[in-house]
Structure formats: structure tokens, C-alpha cells
């Protein structure tokens, strides 16, 4: 069993940037891959990107194209904290980002995270 809290949302302007972080309970947490998705109002959720560890010093990352280059994961397997920096926000970034893990791969597909945080608000202004 995992349980995911989410932590870091808020208001920022356009251009802004945010640190969301993900902690984690379970002692076999550095296993699972976690995802970011986030979901606007009346919009469905929407992958954001995923991590997983794969070993040693490294880590294997997926973003989602609209994403990439502006949002960094990372994470910190001693800390079993999962963290999304988000730099050059805009408007349209304005969603609940949530966080979510699922065993051995990386997936783009929300239906395949077994375990969920309760979301963190995430507001850009413009």
C-alpha cells in the first residue's frame, strides 16, 4: 500500500514558477513509477509526466510534449518524495495537479496508477 500527499500549489503569475513535491509512505516506494496529471475545470485529466527509478544514480523521465522543457521530476528515493518544478507558467497550467504511482513501468495512462494523492491547486494568473 502506498499513500501519496501532494504539497506546493498555489497562486503565481504568468512566467512564474512552482515546486510541487509528492511524499510518499511504503518502504518499497523507489520501485514504483509516479506520475503527474493534472485536471482543469471541466477538462479531463491529462498526463503531465512520469518518473521511475531504474537503478543506481539513475532515473528514467517521460513528459508530456506540451510540457517538456518547461517542467522537471525529480525525485529523491531517500526522501521517497516525488517533486514536479514548473517553470514559465501560463494561464492555461491553471489545474489540481495530482500525483499518482503504480508499480515496475512508466505510463501515460491515468488508468494504470493504482494510488492516488488528493491534488494540489495550482492558479496562474495572468
Known amino acids: 500500500q502506498v499513500q501519496l500527499v501532494e504539497s506546493g500549489g498555489g497562486l503565481v503569475q504568468a512566467g512564474g514558477s512552482l515546486r510541487l513535491s509528492c511524499a510518499a509512505s511504503g518502504r518499497t516506494f523507489s520501485s514504483y513509477a509516479v506520475g503527474w496529471f493534472r485536471q482543469a475545470p471541466g477538462k479531463e485529466r491529462e498526463f503531465v509526466g512520469a518518473?521511475?527509478?531504474?537503478?543506481?544514480?539513475?532515473?528514467?523521465?517521460d513528459y508530456a510534449l506540451s510540457m517538456k522543457g518547461r517542467f522537471t521530476i525529480s525525485r529523491d528515493n531517500a526522501k521517497n518524495t516525488v517533486y514536479l518544478q514548473m517553470n514559465s507558467l501560463k494561464p492555461e497550467d491553471t489545474a489540481v495537479y495530482y500525483c499518482?504511482?503504480?508499480?515496475?513501468?512508466?505510463?501515460?495512462?491515468?488508468?494504470?496508477?493504482?494510488?492516488w494523492g488528493q491534488g494540489t491547486q495550482v492558479t496562474v494568473s495572468s
Open positions: 499518482a504511482a503504480r508499480r515496475d513501468s512508466l505510463s501515460r495512462n491515468s488508468g494504470r496508477y493504482a494510488y
Open positions: 518518473i521511475i527509478w531504474s537503478g543506481g544514480s539513475t532515473y528514467v523521465a
